[in-house]
């Protein structure tokens, strides 16, 4: 939610900065409001973009970061077993 939030803010910072000119109105200009929607969609999609190339690499840099620690790939490292319950 936390990144969530920080791409949204950032993307209507970013997109208020290029279309919104004039603050003496309450509304916007039909000029202000349709670079906005474009502005918008051109960081979504970006967005998208972005984090479909992650998720299709993040199962490779998991697999080598436990490789590189010794880990078999899938499982969670752990520093010590967990103790039987059946040896109590």
Same mark, same amino acid.
């Given at each position: ?5 920080l791409v949204?803010?950032?993307? !209507?910072?970013?997109?208020f900065r290029?279309?919104?000119c004039?603050?003496?109105y309450?509304?916007? !200009?039909?000029r202000e409001e349709s ?12 967005n998208?973009r ?12 998991l697999?080598?970061?436990?490789a ?12 010590e077993?967990?103790?039987?319950p059946a040896?109590s």
């Amino acid at each position: 939610l936390r990144d969530f939030l920080l791409v949204y803010n950032r993307m !209507t910072e970013l997109c208020f900065r290029h279309c919104v000119c004039n603050l003496n109105y309450r509304l916007l !200009t039909g000029r202000e409001e349709s670079c906005l929607d474009s502005c918008a969609a051109r960081l979504v999609r970006a967005n998208h973009r972005l984090m479909g190339a992650y998720v299709g690499l993040m199962p490779a840099l998991l697999q080598r970061r436990a490789a590189e620690h010794g880990v078999p790939a899938g499982l969670p490292a752990s520093p010590e077993p967990a103790p039987d319950p059946a040896e109590s």
